[in-house]
Structure formats: C-alpha cells, structure tokens
C-alpha cells in the first residue's frame, strides 16, 4: 500500500499529527494529496544535492499541477483551481533553489514514515496484550493536537473566506455588466441569465458549506471548553488546594494559560468571520439567504461559548496569606496579607486597561454568630504583565487587611450548631471586567475559604482548620463544612500529615513512620485503609493535648532545630516504645536511636541498649529535649557529648551506633562544631546537663568533674538532666531495688502490651530533683481510642 494511502487510514490520534505536519505552507496537504504517488516514486534525496535532478523534478511538479489546474476547471471545482493556481505560483519560487525543494520533500517523507511507525508500534504493543495505559497519549498530548487541530481549520477558514469574497466579487461583477448592457438577441441574454444563475448557485452552496464548516470549528471550541472548564481547570483548582497545605503539586498556571488563550483567540476569530460574512450579505443577497437564516444563531452560540470561557478564565493564583503566617488561608485582623490573582485569556492590548476588585461576602450565611468583615488597603488594582515571572496577566495585592464589623449580632441562622472562631470560614472575591472587540464580560474569582483570627493563639487551630477543609472538601465554597464535617479515611490523613513535614523540611514520612503513627492512633489493625479519624478527634477535643497540638509541636521542633538531621534521615521519629526495644535488643551494646516523645509535646529522645553482667540487653532512655534545651546547645551536640562516669570516675559516652549500625561520628559528625571539649561553645550546658555517675549498677546525676573533684573531694548534686525535666518535677516513688520497670505507652491502645524500660535513681531522697531518665505520665484524651476503626 502506498504511503500516503496508510497514512490517510490512520487512527484519528495520529491523524491529527498528520493534520500537525502539514499546518504549513511549505509542502500543501492538497499537492501531497493529489499528486501522491508520483512524489513516492521519486528520488528526493539524490535531487537534495544534485542540482540538475533537481530542476527536472521542479519542471515535472509544475506540470502536473497544471494537469490538476486543468482538471478541477473542468470539474468546475472553483476553490481547487483557486489553491493550485496559489501552490504553483509558491513553488515557482523555487527556481533559484531547486534542491531546497527537493530537500523540504524529503523532511515531509521521512516525518511521514515517522508517523507510520509510531502506529507499527502501537500496533505491535497491542499484540502483546501490554496494558493500555501504558502507551495512551497523555489528555496533555491529546489537548495539544486539538487545538492544533482548531488553529489548522480556523486557517482554512480564513482560506475560505478569501475565496467566498473573490467568488461573489465575479458574480457581482458579471451580474451588474448584465444589467448595463442592453442585449437585443433574447438566446444570448437568456445564457447570460443561466450563466448568472449557475454562478449564484455556487455562491450559494458556497455559503452553505462556509457555514456548515464555522458550526463544525464551534463544536470542537466547545468540546475543548468543556475539557478546560470541567477537567483541566477543576484538577488544577483540588491541587492548589492540596498545595495549600504541603501537597507537592504542580500549581503553574502557563499551560492552562495557552490553552485558555488559544481558545479565545479563534472564538474571537469566529465573531470576525461572521462578521465578514454579514458585511457580504450586505453586498450580494438573495432569496433564502443561508447567511441571513443561520448567522444569528451561530453568533449567539459563539458568544456564549467565549463567554463561559472568560468567566472561567479568571482565577487567584496565589491564595491569601499573611508573610509570618503558618501557612496560607490563615489571616489575622488588622495585619497585612497579600494575594494575587490572574487572567488565563492573555491578550496584550488589555495589559493595564481591566481593573480588579477587592470585597469580602455580599451575604452573611446563615450560620449563627457568623462574623462579618471589612477589606481595607490598596482595594484596587489593574491586571498587568509586568508583576508575573512568566509574563501572564495578573494583579498582586500585596497590602490588604481585614477589619471586623462591629455592627450588631448577626441574627438568627437556620444552622443550630454554633462554630468556633477557627471553624468559622470567609471567602474573599475578586470582581473584574473583560472588555474588547465589542464584547463585555463581567468576571469574578474568588479565594479559597480563609479562617480569621484575631489573636496570634488561634493560629495553630486555625491552621488545623485549613488542613482538614483542604485535604476533604471537593466544593471549595463550601463555607459551612464545618457544621457537619465528614471523617478522614487513613490514606488521606497519612498523606496529609506527611505533606506538613514534606512542606517544612523537604522529606516526607515514609511508610514505616506512617504505620508507626497508624498503629498509635488505631492500635494493631490487619490493613488500616478503612479506619476513620474525626475531625473532633484531630483538633477540636476539649483539653490542649489534642492530636494535631502534638503532631505540630513535633513538626515546629524539627523545622527549627532539626532540620538537617530529618532530611538525613538520622532521626527515626515516629516509634512506639515497646517497637524501640525490640529494635534496640537485637542491637550490640551501644546501639540508640531517636525518636519524638509520645507525652512531652515537641520532645525529642534517645535510648541506647546496654548489656547486663549476665549478658540480657535492656534499654535506657532519657528525658525528652525540648525547645528549652535545643536553643542553647544542637541536638547533635548533646549525642556527641552525653556522657555517664562510672564508679571510677571514667567517663563514657554510650551513644556507638546510630541505628541499625552506623558509627556515631560517621552518622552525625559532618554537624559537629569544629571545637570540642572545654574550647566547646557549649562547655556551659554540657557540665551542668549531659553529665551522669554510675555507681553500682545505679546512674546518679553529679555535676561535671573538676580538678578538685578528681583529689577525690565530694560531689554535689545537680538538678536534673534538662529544662524539662525541671519543669516537670516528677518525683518517682523509691524501689526496693535498683531496676528497670515497664510502662505502657499512652499513645497506644490498652490491647496491645507495650515495655517501658525507665532506669530510677537509687536514692531518691537524696536526690528528690532529678529526673534522669524519662517517664511519660499518661496524657489526658490523647489514646484516641474513640475513633472509628472500620472492619478491613
């Protein structure tokens, strides 16, 4: 089979690349077309660089154009003799150059070969049974060659048009050189009228098929706005609002941009060509006119369509937030937030001329206790191209406040369940106006839902309140969510809890961290995909010590002091303590970890494995480090420096391997000050806090040796092992002997036993301060064993 004649039985995917590949002028679709097989069957790339082959072959092309010429004139096939009287004139440019036509045929051929294989290919894929998904053109692919298809046929339109003009001007002209003329012989003036008759006969059908072609390119608009609108442009709105808090999505507007202004641009061409089409009915009418019976109706259907775009096209990019805020969609009373929003149909005439406007609700909704506010600052602003990066049409608030009304109570609202100042949900609107060409569209955006405070304290339940909306809500109006809030599945809580520390540090949580928290939260479960978490449960439990309070205080700890350690994954984090000392006794002496205390809201610990004289392991831990302590001195400091003396006064730190079985120094060395012992710019810290004493199986805290204590004088007690620790002041009833005793683990459900290996001082009334080890009373509301829990 020729290779034109499988190209033109090609699926309608490749088809369109096809249609792609001859969008130009260079090589015209109806000269492939119609002289198909003699351009098979010549020698192309010989003629690319041997100049006399080439003339030949340029000759015999414009021969049989002629021949085409000649043939569609006797088919009376106006339009054609119109384009090859066109072609042969563009290519007679070729005169000069022979072998560069020569070499554009040749690139046409081989692109065209290209085509066919990429069907061989998907046709060999589909042979081998191979899944579909595997080879299906991306809806991104798929867009691009329809709106390439759209541009192809609003070209031929513009083509079209053209030569409807020249075809009414000659009957026009011939149809007024009738009337002037005074004809005796009736035969003649009988075969001019027939004659006249044929022509606007043709004209009509002409206008039929112009018609007929402008509802066609409609229909595809129509099809790619209802892609835009109610796919592309709903998938971009639920990532920006899972970006909003943390998710790492693709939020750039460029793409939906091109495709927006595409659209738009041959919408606007449609209006011109009928336009075009009125001004030539204006010109030559007649009975039954197809233009004077269809026009309104297409016009009509043209603007609504590019109407729906526009008022789709209008968005805010950038969601409100405050510069020292948690996150964005929390803002406060009386500080300045910023916003930006952006206009996806470019057009640069209109750069600086469409002013945007700032408000907050029209209507109060009917929530009771509903707040209403006032947007005060720069309330106006022009859509411009200079404040985008990539040069789009946007308008940057960046000096906005909110102010509350102080007028009245708001009424009595329908909703009986009041809602906390944190569950409370605003929308702020975006109004502008798209003017040009004689069409006027008012347009307006509006933001996400923001929470209002007007105090600093609520910021951390404000936030908690942004990440449930976001990570659940599919309406993003939805302002009364709230008052009947749905429960999380596990998937969606995992992944959004692993999205604040992906936000904060670069590295999310992975799946042994996330069934860690899993088994914390629901106990021992077969497959956690079922289970539930409220919203009550997440944040809103009376009492401080809700989930996410502890959950963030962890997470600010990191951001602030441990950083780096995170991202080099030396910190394990998320582990019960019964998993921690199954890990740690297979471990040498020596072995630790570190992991985030379940009780001390942002604490951070470590326990080591230590080896009996009987040769058993059992586990030591510390009190927990909180922000107190890692102010004054790097938590890798306190690794590297901890140290307990044994009953001959010789120090030993023993922290040796960083789990499973890195070397200390190897693991956290690159983080260490370049000075070390007493030139440490820590010296202060490390006497008075990482300094322990053994004695006799028994760790008692001692202050740092000096050099009188090493001639053997006393030892003073010092007051615990951290800020902490002393702030807690938990006195531990005395044993009967020195041991390590078990503790469930508070985060943890009753069913599952847990070990709890907390090492006590041997005289506790010696020593009534010291907390040296940690204990970790049970936390009111914090098991949250009241959650749902489906059966898998």
């Known amino acids: 089979m020729a290779q034109w004649d499988r190209l033109t039985q090609l699926p309608a995917g490749l088809q369109q690349q096809l249609l792609e590949l001859y969008d130009k002028e260079a090589l015209p679709m109806d000269v492939r077309h119609y002289l198909a097989a003699w351009i098979e069957n010549q020698e192309w790339q010989r003629a690319a660089t041997d100049y006399n082959l080439a003339v030949v072959l340029l000759q015999v092309l414009l021969d049989n154009l002629d021949i085409q010429h000649s043939r569609f004139v006797q088919e009376e096939s106006f339009l054609l003799q119109h384009n090859i009287r066109r072609y042969k004139q563009n290519f007679q440019k070729y005169l000069k150059d022979p072998c560069d036509l020569a070499s554009t045929i040749l690139w046409f051929l081989q692109k065209e070969k290209e085509i066919l294989q990429s069907a061989d290919l998907i046709k060999q894929v589909q042979l081998l049974q191979v899944e579909p998904e595997i080879m299906e053109i991306s809806s991104q692919q798929d867009l691009e060659r329809k709106m390439a298809g759209l541009r192809n046929e609003l070209q031929c339109m513009e083509h079209t048009i053209v030569c409807l003009e020249e075809q009414q001007d000659e009957f026009d002209f011939k149809f007024q050189t009738h009337k002037m003329e005074a004809v005796a012989n009736e035969a003649a003036k009988n075969a001019q009228l027939k004659n006249l008759q044929l022509l606007v006969n043709k004209l009509d059908e002409c206008r039929k098929s112009t018609l007929s072609d402008l509802n066609k390119i409609l229909d595809r608009a129509e099809d790619l706005i209802d892609v835009l609108v109610k796919k592309e442009l709903v998938e971009w709105q639920r990532r920006q609002q899972k970006s909003c808090i943390g998710a790492p999505d693709d939020v750039c507007l460029d793409q939906l941009e091109k495709w927006f202004t595409c659209v738009a641009v041959c919408l606007f061409q449609v209006r011109e060509f009928l336009s075009k089409l009125e001004e030539l009915v204006g010109k030559v009418s007649y009975e039954n006119d197809p233009v004077k019976a269809q026009k309104p109706a297409l016009q009509l259907r043209a603007d609504t369509l590019l109407n729906n775009l526009l008022k789709s096209s ?151 309140s942004v990440l449930w909306f976001n990570m659940l809500s599919q309406d993003p109006k939805d302002i009364k969510f709230f008052a009947n809030c749905p429960a999380a599945t596990w998937p969606q809580f995992g992944e959004m809890l692993s999205w604040q520390f992906l936000s904060a540090t670069k590295l999310g949580l992975n799946d042994t961290q996330l069934e860690m928290i899993a088994y914390k939260i629901f106990g021992k479960q077969l497959n956690y995909d079922n289970c539930k978490v409220g919203w009550s449960k997440f944040s809103k439990e009376n009492g401080p010590d809700t989930f996410w309070i502890w959950y963030d205080g962890i997470l600010v700890m990191v951001k602030t002091f441990l950083e780096d350690l995170w991202r080099d994954g030396l910190i394990m984090g998320f582990v019960s303590k019964g998993k921690e000392n199954s890990l740690l006794k297979k471990k040498q002496r020596g072995t630790f970890l570190l992991r985030f205390s379940d009780s001390v809201i942002g604490g951070i610990t470590f ?22 302590d890692l102010k004054q001195i790097p938590f890798q400091e306190i690794i590297r420096n901890f140290q307990i003396l044994e009953a001959d006064n010789i120090p030993e730190n023993p922290l040796l391997y960083l789990y499973p079985n890195t070397p200390k120094d190897q693991a956290f060395g690159k983080y260490y000050s370049e000075k070390s012992g007493d030139d440490s710019p820590y010296i202060k810290y490390i006497k008075t806090k990482l300094m322990f004493v053994s004695k006799e199986d028994t760790l008692e805290t001692r202050p740092p040796m000096s050099s009188d204590m090493a001639q053997g004088e006393g030892l003073e007690a010092m007051n615990g092992m951290s800020g902490e620790a002393a702030e807690q002041n938990v006195n531990l009833p005395p044993l009967d002997s020195t041991m390590e005793t078990q503790q469930s683990d508070p985060m943890l459900s009753d069913l599952v036993p847990q070990e709890d290996l907390l090492l006590y001082l041997n005289n506790p009334n010696l020593f009534p301060e010291s907390s040296i080890f940690e204990y970790e009373p049970e936390m009111p509301d914090f098991t949250l064993q009241e959650l749902n829990c489906l059966s898998p």
């Open 314 to 464: 209008f968005v805010v990019e950038t969601q409100p937030s405050m510069p020292q805020g948690k996150g964005p969609l929390v803002l406060r009373t009386n500080v300045q937030f910023s916003a930006k929003t952006r206009l996806l149909v470019k057009f640069p005439e209109l750069n600086h001329s469409m002013k945007v406007n700032v408000s907050k609700e029209r209507e109060t909704p009917q929530i009771k206790g509903y707040r209403r506010f006032n947007v005060l600052g720069t309330k106006t602003k022009a859509l411009n191209m200079i404040e985008s990066q990539s040069g789009g049409m946007v308008a940057d608030f960046r000096h906005l406040t909110l102010k509350e009304q102080k007028s009245g109570g708001s009424g009595k609202g329908v909703s009986d369940i009041p809602l906390s100042v944190t569950e409370e949900l605003h929308i702020i609107y975006f109004d502008t106006v798209f003017e040009l060409k004689g069409l006027s569209v008012q347009l307006q955006a509006a933001s996400l839902p923001v929470v209002i405070i007007s105090n600093s304290s609520q910021q951390q339940s404000a936030w908690a």
């Open 607 to 628: 326990s080591w494995v230590e080896i009996t004289g009987t040769g058993e392991p059992y586990v030591k831990t510390v009190q927990p480090f909180t922000k107190d």
